[in-house]
């Protein structure tokens, strides 16, 4: 079964500064890899998500990914935090359910990210 | 366009008691999805369809049913609600089954309280 795994529960950063947030994943095989951030008191929504092109990966609001094979890691970063960017994110990876071809997919317990002014 | 909508965005149920939780799109997706999701632990599939009259277990089903009758509506029924059950709910829906390729659109939650 495939697992993603965020390294850290909470990652607190000043307005400014890069942000990084760390991801591991766990796959049998190829993954489709995806960050969705959620603000609070709203639903999850889709930031960027890797599906076996390039290698980097950029999404909406400056973050951008790196999937990196031989690290099994897919970390999202951003130059410069904004105080809008504080909120919880959740890296995630699809996984193939045998007979059905339904993708589903599996959360990451979420990291939340703090933004001081 | 309202996207996905859920309601209620808040409810208190005591134990035993049933309630559904409300979930419309207006977006034509075929597939939709219902997640609960427990603090430090991540979104878990309860169940999900893939059209109207099609639906299918997730990983965490038990102590729920769902009913897919339009394309745009999919309620989720708690019966004898237990304090387990205490979570945020999210539905979800995607215009592809293939996750690969599609993203989910997420309501805004309903949090529910078993006492």
């Known amino acids: 079964a495939q697992s993603v795994t965020q390294l850290d529960s909470h990652v607190s950063v000043s307005e400014g500064t890069p942000v990084l947030l760390r991801c591991n994943y766990s796959s049998s095989y190829s993954p489709s890899l995806f960050w969705y951030v959620q603000h609070p008191n709203k639903g999850l929504q889709l930031l960027l998500k890797?599906?076996?092109?390039?290698?980097l990966v950029k999404g909406i609001n400056g973050f951008e990914a790196e999937f990196k094979k031989s690290e099994t890691s897919f970390h999202l970063t951003k130059p410069s935090a904004h105080m809008s960017d504080a909120a919880e994110y959740f890296c995630?990876?699809?996984?193939?359910?045998?007979?059905?071809?339904?993708?589903?997919?599996?959360f990451g317990t979420g990291t939340r990210l703090l933004v001081s002014p | 366009n309202a996207g996905v909508t859920q309601t209620p965005k808040f409810h208190i149920l005591k134990i035993g008691q049933s309630m559904t939780l409300q979930c419309t799109q207006d977006?034509?997706?075929?597939?939709m999805y219902w997640y609960r999701q427990d603090p430090g632990m991540g979104l878990k599939l309860i169940y999900y369809?893939?059209?109207?009259?099609?639906?299918d277990k997730g990983e965490v089903p038990n102590g729920y049913n769902v009913s897919r009758s339009t394309t745009e509506d999919f309620p989720l029924r708690l019966e004898l609600a237990a304090p387990s059950q205490t979570s945020v709910y999210f539905c979800?829906?995607?215009?592809?089954?293939?996750?690969?390729?599609?993203?989910?659109?997420f309501g805004e939650g309903s949090r529910l309280t078993v006492l």
């Open positions: 979800a829906s995607s215009y592809y089954m293939d996750a690969n390729t599609g993203e989910l659109f």
């Open positions: 369809s893939v059209g109207a009259g099609i639906t």
């Open positions: 977006m034509n997706h075929n597939y």
């Open positions: 995630v990876v699809s996984e193939s359910r045998r007979n059905t071809g339904f993708q589903k997919l599996v």
């Open positions: 890797y599906t076996s092109a390039a290698t």
